[in-house]
């Protein structure tokens, strides 16, 4: 199942082309390691560096790939903002295919569509980690780059690698980064990790290799702020009069029509 049917199954939840000039020879390209140190290094600070941060604030814009009914490969591009308060707060807003916020206080999290009028909670984990593998897993609430926020992302990513690589140097909405891929079973991922003393990912990419259509979620991260003045009331929902609350729908009992 595709990101984006997660996201279409909870109902109301949830590369230009780039060309590289290489000045290595191919049989430099052949004796490169399968996964190379310093590719492994560069990721490992960047995790780091986000594991160490106690709050944070980011903006995100994200295009997902999907097949429209035609077969035809079609994007649809969502707009976000995420707030992040360790070990158990968060919240994000989306715009774009949907409006929507989403709130999570460390005991119940909650999903806000201001068009429809209509909201969803449901007790959840008390900690990051928990909660977003609750809300993938259970009722399919994606959030593209979910997978840096774990503390222990570095051994998540780095899991089952079979490639690990550094393509090059990029500039991304002006910021200067180096260029990654990695490469498990059934998923590729790039990740390009800013320079200097503050290794934001800036952006980051993920495929799906074991299909066919190999489609992928690509997510740009920019605004990166840490000195934010961030009240515990901010993650928790309180419902607008007159909307009305209703269910999340269980991934497994969820009918997801084709595209």
Not at 93 to 105: L, V
Not at 118 to 139: F, G, H, Q, S, W
Not at 197 to 205: D, I, L, R
Request: with cysteine; hydrophobic share 45%; proline share 6%.
């Amino acid at each position: 199942m595709t990101a984006w049917k997660r996201w279409t199954a909870a109902a109301l939840c949830a590369l230009g082309v780039l060309t590289l000039l290489v000045t290595v020879s191919t049989g430099a390209r052949a004796q490169a390691p399968a996964v190379d140190p310093e590719a492994v290094r560069i990721l490992k600070r960047m995790t780091d560096h986000l594991a160490g941060v106690q709050q944070f604030s980011v903006r995100s814009q994200n295009i997902i790939e999907d097949l429209y009914a035609s077969r035809h490969r079609v994007d649809y591009d969502i707009s976000g903002a995420v707030t992040v308060k360790r070990p158990n707060k968060m919240r994000f807003s989306r715009a774009g295919d949907w409006n929507q916020r989403f709130f999570y206080d460390g005991k119940t999290m909650a999903l806000y569509n201001p068009n429809e009028k209509v909201y969803a909670t449901k007790p959840a984990p008390d900690t990051l980690e928990k909660m977003i593998e609750l809300a993938r897993e259970n009722v399919g609430i994606v959030l593209p780059a979910a997978d840096l926020v774990y503390r222990n992302a570095f051994s998540l990513l780095m899991q089952d690698v079979t490639l690990a690589a550094v393509v090059g140097k990029a500039v991304i909405n002006g910021v200067k980064c180096d260029h990654l891929l990695f490469s498990r079973p059934g998923v590729d991922f790039q990740v390009w990790v800013a320079e200097g003393e503050q290794p934001w990912p800036v952006k980051y990419v993920v495929t799906e290799t074991g299909t066919p259509a190999r489609l992928s979620i690509t997510t740009f991260l920019s605004d990166w702020k840490t000195a934010i003045d961030v009240d515990d009331a901010q993650f928790v929902f309180v419902p607008p009069k007159g909307t009305q609350a209703i269910s999340f729908i269980p991934i497994s009992e969820a009918n997801v029509p084709g595209r």
